[in-house]
Each structure stands twice: as C-alpha cells, then as structure tokens.
C-alpha cells in the first residue's frame, strides 16, 4: 500500500545517523573545558588569597617596612587591610556570640520575603502587561517612573510608613527586584512566536489553553533572567536597608563594625552576603538547566 | 437507477463551498483596507485533493486561512457541509509553511498537542501519537526534541500533528516550501501515501506547479490580488502516483497550461502596477 519513493531509502537513515550517534568528540572536549574553567579558577582564587594571607605575614614580620633596596613597603595596617584570617577569626567570634543567628534570620527573613513577594507578583503582572495591550499601556507610566529610580531612595518614606523593622527592608527588597523580573517577564511575553499562537488558535485554542501552553513556557527564559537580575537587586536592598536604618541584620551587624572601625567583622559580612548571592544564583542556575532542556547545546 | 444515482450522490458530497466569498485585508502599517480575495466560487468534494497556486501575494494563504476559521470573510458564504465557517474546529487542522512546532514538547507531545487543546486528549492519545509517528516516517524520534530534527523531519511532525485531531479536511500551507528539492520531492511521495491511507479532504497551497499537478485530483489557479478563480482542472492522471509520472507527456501538458495561466496573469497584474504607478 505504502508506495516508497527513490529517494525514501536514502534520505531517511542519512537523517537519523547523526542523531543517534552524536560526534563522540564534542563531548569529550566539553567535559574537558569544563575541568579546565574549574581547576584555573580555583587555583585563581587561592592564589589570590595566599597573596593576601602575604600582606598579613608582612605586617607581623616587618611591623616596620621591607627595605627592597630604595623601596620600603610597609604593609598596611590591619585597621585597613585584616588579613584572611583576620577576616575568619572575627567570623568565628561572631558565631560564637550568636548574634549571627539573629542577624541572618533577619536579613534572610527580609530579602525572601520581599524577594518571593517580587518573584510572584513580577512573574503574573509580567504576563498580563505583555498579554494585554491597554493594561501595559496603563501601567506604563509607573513601571517606567519606578524603575528609572532607584528605589533605594524610596527607603526614607518606608521607614516613616513601617518604621525600621523589617517591613521597610521587605518593601525595598519587593521594589528592587519586582521590576526587573516584570520586565523581563512582560518582554518574554510580547516576543513569542507568533507562528505558535496561530498554531494554538487553529487547534481551536481558548485564551487560558494558550497562556499555559505558549505564553507560559515560552517567555520561561525571559523569566528566568529577570529573577536572575532580581536576586542582586533584592540583596543590594537589604543590605542598604540596614545600613541606613535598623536593629540586627547582617547589614546592620557591618554598620555597626564599621562605625567602630572593626574591619574584619566587615569582611566577615561581605563574605556572608556574597556568598548568600553565589548559592541564589547557582540555584537558579540548576533551575535554568531543569526547565531548558529542549534548547540545543551549543558546541 | 434512483439508488444507483442516491449511492453516486454521496460518492461526490460536496464537503466545501465557497460562494462569491471576498476577504478583506487590514495593512498593519498603513491601516490600508486591501482586497485580498474576491468574488471566490469554489466547491471542493468529498475526499478530493485540491491544490491552488497563483503568483505571489495572489491571496491563496488568505483564503486557506478563511476556510480554517482564523480569519473572517467580507462578504459571500463559505460553507463546510452546509454550516457557516466562523472560527476553528475540529473537523479541520492546518499543516503550517514553518513547522511551528512548540521547542519546549517532545515529538509526541507536539503530535498530542492539537487533541490537547480540543480536550480530546486521554489514554488512548498516546498510541494515537505513536501511530502517527510511525505513519509519517519517524520511528524512533518519540521522545526526541523538535531542535533535534531536520527541517524535513519537522515538517513531518507538523503534519502528523493535525492527521492527529482526524479532521474531516487537511489545509496545507505551503508545506515543503521550505525544505530542499530532494526532501522536498521525499515529502510530496509521502504525503501521497498518507493521503492514500486516510483518503481525507485535502486542499493544498503551493506556488510549485509541478508539485501541484503530481498531488492533487484538481489544480485551481488565483488571479493576481484580488484573488480570484483564473483556471479549475481537473488533473486525470492515474493514482498511485510516483516521481516517474512528472516526465509523463500528459503531466508535462498539464503543467505547461497552468505555467501559461499563471505568466499571463503575472504579466497582467505586473502592467497594471506600472500604470498605477
């Protein structure tokens, strides 16, 4: 019944070769790059910090300068410069008070709050702006006068409207990161494929079956590059939030060290929030890699 | 002789009619009001293969468009057994140019995706998939990801994703238009097997004459805009069809008459705008 034209025995396995077996040494050459990029770059940060470590070991050794011929270095003093393990000791010493624990419990209440709050809100009025013409041309003026501030500036009304508990620092936090994320999520929308929703509308389609099933996970990526953005500018609210204004926090914790010339404890902090920023974004990462599995890998 | 004449009756059911049917065109740019089909007569049987070329911009997609429901007619009627054609359903399913597949469903679940949105989906949609799948040439690649296809494969989801709804009639939008020559003849040889095996009401847009004659029991050929009804035959060369039919002296005839029908109105319509200009 089937009538097998000439070229059907040709064209057929010649596609799916390539398919089935792919190039064997393009993976190879990747898990190779991949070892390379890790094995530098953590050789590159001890490195840096045996350096570091150094101007320490100077300082205590030569408290009075080296004389290499016409130079003098003198290390700077550990007011300025704490050495690495300056930095850790002060750590220690704040675990060991135990104010850390009030502290992080605080400015990680703060930052997920608001950070989840912009997270929901971002990603359902990003959708309904790029869906909606004449909701994005309402919303307009506001997303566009907000985002153009920084919104950092808003935090004086907020600490007169929730005082300087918590609530201010969640609405700073909610501000900083909403926007990026509504954008973001608005633009993802407003660039789908319009052949996809011709497609959705032939097989009959309702609005709702085609939000779920194109608007939705096409504008993911997009999605998931504003709560990228988000994540730097929900922890920079935070942490400025409590420097301006507060009672414990990390923020707060690094205010009060610098005030009182403390700074080790201020590294400490620094070390805190970064490291607070790397695992958000490495988790976000693993998300990314979850919801794209479709995409082609590059080579 | 009365049920001889009944029985030959529904053997020719007409399944499409369009009647003096006029489709306008709104330009994005310009909010000009183009007329992009007019004054359109067509009937179109059950289970006849119908394929329409015409010069470019001739508004055949716009017309393909109309009987799928997407867009709305001026004026006329266009009827799908008897009843008015207001928006998509399920009795008819589009095979796209671009293979439009959704990148972030595998092959089966793209080849679902039609029954899905019609809430036909259930168990049985699965092996429906898999059935399709092997219909179209394309064991194998169930679980593989559209980006993973060549274009001709992709191609071939698409058109096992509207065989998957079992419309009553299959609308093809330039289908392998963009494919190479020879996946492109590989294509029109499958489909005719495909077609073979569900015989469904097929109407076929192709700007390729060659292509249009080796499918299709009827070629029709559009005027320039505003598209009309330049040329209806019938195409009677003998079914099954394979790539040796297309040097047969009566296929090259046929051929020969439509590219004349197509130069003319080209030529035509080409004055024309040199005398508006």
Redesign the interface.
């Given at each position: 019944?089937?009538?097998?034209?000439?070229?059907?025995t040709v064209?057929?396995p010649a596609?799916?070769e390539w398919?089935?077996q792919p190039p064997p040494e393009s993976r190879t050459r990747e898990r190779r790059g991949l070892s390379e990029s890790t094995v530098i770059g953590f050789a590159a940060v001890v490195i840096f910090f045996i350096l570091w470590q150094g101007v320490g070991f100077v300082r205590t050794t030569w408290p009075d300068g080296v004389s290499l011929g016409p130079i003098t270095f003198i290390a700077p003093s550990q007011l300025f410069l704490p050495a690495p393990l300056d930095v850790f000791k002060a750590f220690q010493a704040y675990v060991q008070d135990g104010r850390i624990w009030k502290d992080m419990a605080v400015s990680g209440q703060e930052l997920m709050t608001g950070y989840l709050a912009a997270v929901v809100l971002g990603i359902v009025l990003g959708l309904l702006v790029g869906w909606y013409k004449r909701l994005r041309y309402a919303l307009d003026p506001f997303i566009t006068f907000l985002y153009a501030t920084p919104r950092i500036v808003l935090l004086p009304l907020f600490i007169i409207w929730f005082g300087i508990g918590v609530e201010s620092k969640i609405a700073v936090v909610f501000l900083g990161a909403i926007f990026a994320i509504l954008i973001n999520t608005a633009a993802g929308v407003r660039n789908l494929?319009a052949?996809?929703i011709?497609?959705?509308?032939?097989?009959?389609?309702s609005d709702l079956?085609l939000f779920r099933?194109?608007a939705l996970?096409?504008s993911?990526p997009f999605i998931l590059t504003g709560l990228r953005l988000g994540i730097g500018h929900a922890l920079t609210g935070v942490i400025v939030g409590e420097l301006v204004a507060a009672q414990f926090g990390v923020g707060q914790m690094m205010a009060v060290a610098g005030a009182t010339f403390q700074s080790a404890k201020v590294f400490a902090g620094l070390f805190i929030i970064a490291g607070t920023g790397m695992l958000m974004t490495f988790t976000l990462q693993k998300l990314e890699q979850r919801f794209e599995?479709?995409?082609?890998r590059p080579n | 002789m009365l049920r001889h004449s009944g029985g030959d009756m529904r053997a020719t059911a007409v399944k499409l009619e369009a009647r003096r049917v006029a489709i306008h065109y709104r330009r994005q740019r310009s909010g000009l009001n183009l007329i992009a089909v007019d004054g359109v007569d067509l009937r179109v049987d059950e289970g006849e293969f119908l394929s329409i070329v015409g010069p470019s911009g001739c508004g055949k997609t716009t017309f393909l468009n109309a009987v799928?429901g997407?867009i709305p007619i001026a004026s006329g009627s266009l009827l799908l057994d008897g009843n008015e054609i207001s928006?998509?359903?399920?009795d008819r399913?589009?095979v796209?140019q671009?293979p439009?597949l959704?990148?972030?469903?595998?092959v089966t679940r793209n080849v679902v995706?039609?029954l899905?949105?019609?809430h036909r989906a259930g168990r049985e949609s699965r092996e429906t998939a898999a059935r399709l799948i092997d219909l179209v040439?394309l064991q194998?690649?169930a679980d593989?990801?559209?980006?993973?296809?060549?274009g001709?494969?992709q191609q071939r989801v698409n058109l096992a994703r509207a065989l998957a709804?079992d419309p009553e009639v299959l609308l093809l939008d330039e289908p392998f238009a963009a494919l190479d020559a020879?996946?492109r003849?590989?294509m029109q040889?499958?489909l005719?097997?495909i077609w073979?095996?569900t015989r469904k009401t097929a109407i076929f847009i192709t700007h390729d004459i060659t292509e249009a004659v080796y499918l299709a029991d009827r070629v029709i050929v559009f005027t320039a805009r505003p598209g009309r009804i330049k040329l209806d035959v019938k195409i009677e060369l003998p079914r099954?069809?394979?790539?040796r039919l297309k040097r047969d002296a009566r296929f090259i005839d046929y051929e020969r008459m439509i590219w004349e029908t197509i130069r003319e109105e080209v030529i035509r319509s080409e004055s024309r705008g040199q005398a508006i200009a």
């Open positions: 019944m089937a009538t097998q034209g000439p070229f059907d064209a057929q596609e799916s398919l089935v494929d052949n996809l011709k497609v959705a509308r032939s097989f009959g389609a079956q099933t194109i996970p096409g993911v599995a479709w995409r082609p | 799928d997407l928006s998509p359903g399920p399913a589009m796209f671009q439009s959704l990148p972030w469903r595998t995706y039609g899905e949105m019609q040439g194998g690649f593989a990801w559209p980006s993973e296809l060549s001709g494969m709804t020879q996946t003849e590989t040889q499958e005719l097997r073979g095996a099954p069809r394979d790539l």
